[in-house]
């Protein structure tokens, strides 16, 4: 059973940093692509920030030099470094297996202006 669990969101003032979590279980996960998407209020769900197997990193316009996505193979771990955060970045961030339907539950992410 494939299993995403996000970790990491909570309330920080604009400006501030936030690293998220989620690891992984159930799935090979080395040699599969990543991706962080969010969902604000009212909006679509937008991917954020993509790592494919090899490191290779993909980001969203509005968090291109904010946002870091790393990842960690012997963990099956994948992360997001959120730096100089915007009241815009509030949302529900979701981890998820790229070109699959694998998605974590998600972790809200409150900034305050």
């Known amino acids: 059973q494939v299993q995403l669990v996000e970790s990491g969101g909570g309330l920080v003032q604009a400006g501030g940093s936030l690293r998220l979590s989620c690891p992984a279980s159930?799935?090979?996960?080395?040699?599969?692509?990543i991706g962080w998407y969010r969902q604000a209020p009212g909006k679509q769900r937008e991917r954020v920030a993509r790592?494919?197997?090899?490191?290779?990193?993909v980001y969203g316009d509005s968090v291109k030099g904010r946002f870091a996505i790393s990842r960690d193979n012997t963990k099956n771990m994948v992360y997001l470094q959120m730096n100089n955060l915007k009241a815009e970045d509030t949302a529900v961030y979701y981890c998820?297996?790229?070109?699959?339907?694998?998605w974590g539950k998600g972790t809200l992410v409150t900034v305050s202006s």
């Open positions: 998820k297996i790229e070109f699959t339907d694998y």
């Open positions: 790592i494919s197997s090899g490191g290779g990193t």
């Open positions: 159930g799935i090979a996960f080395s040699i599969m692509a």
